[in-house]
């Protein structure tokens, strides 16, 4: 037995009190981890009974850190977004899966790199060992090894889980959606790369949230790129990851981590920050595939030999116009192996300093408010899951569908723009008392010929709350009925915008709301 | 510190090897949760490193217990069952909304009576105590509860987790999705309870599962039976929930249970058994308001009363044909308070054996195959979340989407129904080599006009597997480009079902694409 020997919750007039006790021991022999693991759980169970310290029961009214609801406006807004990207994945001719919303614990663990400390794990209550999944990407691998589908074209919309410090005004939640696109498969180099970057435009254009940037590395070239400034093998990643701070951190201070706190020499230092300065398009990989110093790395070399024909298929594509080579970007993730990109909304109008501008800096740079989308090449996942190590190349895109939300939102909210949360197009009304069995057998008919229609859960509403409800959520018509109008065998139709009142025939009468609304 | 002493994996040549060695020790003065805690989460990682006991590392390649991928075909019949349902949900006005997949661990204790144990908890990693939703309507008391809402009409799909014992191939899951329509508000009486039933009519037929049938109750009735039978008011809910079982067990089972599990005298069990055989519409209704011991029941009354008025209602909805009052409907579920239902799927022509139907059983008795959907009033549950206790009357349905989905994937590959997983209307194609260029700059005429297209990530494909993966994935057409076609400035439209080919202009092609893939 293990040193709890009390624990107990009495409910009291205060609310919950507890007796517990953790007494210490002085002597234990033969102790296992599924006793210390029952006592454990006790102990949790009643830290979660008792709630705070005081031993008041203080219920909180709230959703989990770091997540939040979506209110019917949000889903209107979240709806529209996922129809944009779903249309432009099947325009590509995607299919979709889904996969649980959690793994195997051991399926993600050694995928994620130092980010495999943000997983989150359930509970061991008995049987597996579970946790939720941290990306779509990495379920997807093990999906094709476990069917063993060496080609697919697919998307995946979906939540994924991340123990992270949320900035939930940012658009960055502890449960947030993914949007993957992915293609796998042995094929012809950069071809299904450079359709990845082309969805990426199409998409982020069709979106319309102002002006972007796709930003492409190359895995192979940072490492060549480290290799021949004098970076250590054993020092790749680490440096890497120093690197991947630049679009939040000034050279000088990346510079200092690299020196102080990786122990880099200076000059390995310098070196690597020379080219990590450098953007372009194809003819920068033409030029660096020159350099005395990068075309010492063959890795490198492969990698900018690709870049030059991806840039060929991208101008094929037509979407060069926002495509930047760019020798400082370094995605964190430890699954790439060969071609990566992120695309980041820019703020046009930011004038650099004219010291800045002296310094090389483009007169149209503008400044980044965040990347929403990445991306990038990763053969050797699937292998990884496959008994055999059989390889299945992949190459794919997830869509920062959370800040693109939030920058909808605001949008929305700075307009003032009327989101509509409903689709109803007719609202059965009353002028008089006791006319709801009528309603409710007119409503039956519009419902069966398929028209989205409404009536007040009231017997006798008035007629103003019944319009009032119309302007509010943006009803276009209302088909109204009176004694008259039930003797006359019509309905009298109102339309909402301009109050015009027209008498039609029951029998015309789906006819005609069909037509009213087809316009709309 | 704890008795874990050295916590190390050495991988060998034959996979990992532990060396792991928990000692007992002879003396522990001052441990603490925190310790303990941090010893088991050592242990139980290093577990997970090593796989089985053998100390091999035996890693496998599944899904978690009870849940499962869905496949491109399987989210294809998917869409289309969601479809249908979001179709119906919007017909009568519902807007949506979504909530975090998990919740604080307090949010859900108390709502589920014995299924609490169901429950999948999240470990604690530090902050709050976090559990799966069991089910969207807890969650969404919560939000009404949190956003002080008062009344909506809202649906929400989504998944939810049940650690329960799955039956797969009978569509039962550990995950699985709900499919929840609910109305909250202070409205006159059925009226939202009836809509609630004519949603489940429409969906069900509108899906084309087979014949069906809606059974209906009143946990007041139920409450008040129990009371005119003479059971003890405690033990209303335990023999509630065995009554439950009426549906799977003969009623000499469930006697047997009552009366010598459950402690209830013989005499109350046999009224009970009386109540409980009884089946029927508004008419029983009506017997029973009259019933010598029902009627002295004010709940009981209360809620004979209501179901007359619901069936009233339903009528002109014109779904009583597939409505029945049931007195042996008794929903598990603690927080319902006012009328319950089920919908089942009956398989029509089972005829019943002699003996059954000259005890009364109709000729037309089918045999059920199982809840498609259920739900019911619970006036008090928001309230419980309330800081002040204010209630919100809310009647909702939640549609068995699993089922329905096994049902449909089952139908679709006894028809061996050709099910599309993309949406391609166009392949693009070429029948000489070199060509790639020129198809990557039609597809890109072809995307950026909104046509879904495809090309094969191939330099240099043969035509003939370019038309074959047509066949595959049903493209009704191949766009085929030659030296010829672009010397004379068309492109050869190819029908794949019927091989017709015609050149068409580059100028009309969209047009031509548009005008023959929008009447399939």
């Excluded at 779903?86 to 051991?106: M, Q, Y």
Aim: glycine share 8%; net charge neutral.
């Amino acid at each position: 037995m293990l040193a709890v020997f009390c624990v107990r919750a009495c409910s009291g007039l205060g609310g919950l009190r507890t007796a517990t006790r953790v007494r210490s021991v002085h002597s234990l022999p033969g102790i296992t981890v599924a006793q210390i693991d029952e006592e454990v759980a006790k102990l949790l169970q009643l830290k979660a009974q008792i709630g705070g310290d005081d031993g008041k029961h203080q219920f909180v009214l709230k959703t989990a850190k770091g997540t939040r609801d979506y209110n019917p406006k949000q889903m209107a807004i979240r709806e529209r977004v996922f129809n944009t990207i779903i249309g432009c994945f099947k325009r590509h001719g995607a299919e979709t899966i889904d996969t649980p919303v959690f793994e195997l614990k051991e399926t993600l663990t050694g995928k994620y790199g130092e980010d495999s400390k943000l997983i989150y794990d359930l509970k061991d209550q008995g049987g597996e060992l579970l946790s939720l999944r941290y990306d779509l990407t990495v379920p997807f691998a093990r999906y094709l090894a476990m069917n063993k589908i060496t080609n697919i074209k697919r998307y995946h919309i979906a939540k994924v889980y991340r123990r992270d410090n949320p900035a939930m005004t940012r658009g960055r939640y502890r449960e947030f959606y993914q949007c993957d696109f992915d293609i796998a498969g042995q094929y012809d180099g950069m071809i299904p790369d450079a359709e990845c970057l082309k969805i990426v435009h199409e998409i982020l254009s069709e979106l319309d949230l102002g002006d972007f940037r796709i930003k492409v590395n190359d895995r192979r070239i940072l490492d060549g790129m480290f290799a021949v400034c004098g970076v250590p093998d054993d020092k790749f990643r680490s440096i890497c990851s120093t690197v991947d701070k630049l679009d939040k951190m000034p050279w000088e201070d990346v510079k200092k981590e690299m020196v102080n706190e990786k122990g880099l020499s200076e000059e390995a230092a310098d070196r690597i920050g020379e080219y990590v300065s450098l953007q372009g398009g194809m003819d920068l990989a033409e030029r660096l595939l020159q350099d005395h110093r990068m075309s010492q790395s063959k890795q490198a070399c492969a990698g900018l030999s690709d870049i030059k024909l991806l840039f060929s298929y991208l101008q094929l594509f037509q979407v060069t116009d926002k495509v930047v080579f760019d020798l400082s970007l370094a995605r964190g993730l430890d699954y790439y192996t060969g071609i990566i990109y992120e695309a980041v909304l820019t703020q046009a109008g930011v004038a650099p300093a004219p010291a800045e501008a002296q310094n090389g800096a483009s007169a149209e740079e503008s400044v980044s408010v965040g990347s929403v989308a990445g991306g990038g090449r990763y053969d050797g996942l699937v292998g990884m899951f496959d008994p055999k190590g059989r390889k299945v190349p992949c190459v794919g895109v997830s869509i920062g569908i959370e800040r693109i939300f939030s920058i909808m939102e605001q949008k929305a909210e700075a307009l003032a723009e009327k989101v509509r949360t409903t689709e109803v197009q007719v609202m059965v009304a009353s002028a008089q008392k006791n006319l709801l069995e009528e309603k409710l057998r007119l409503i039956t008919e519009l419902w069966n010929a398929g028209i989205k229609a409404e009536v007040m859960y009231k017997k006798n509403p008035k007629l103003l709350s019944q319009l009032q409800h119309c302007e509010e959520s943006g009803i276009p018509l209302v088909a109204i009925l009176g004694e008259q109008e039930l003797k006359d065998g019509v309905v009298k139709l109102r339309v909402v915008a301009t109050r015009e009142e027209v008498d039609i025939s029951r029998a015309d009468l789906i006819a005609e709301i069909r037509k009213r609304t087809s316009e709309a």
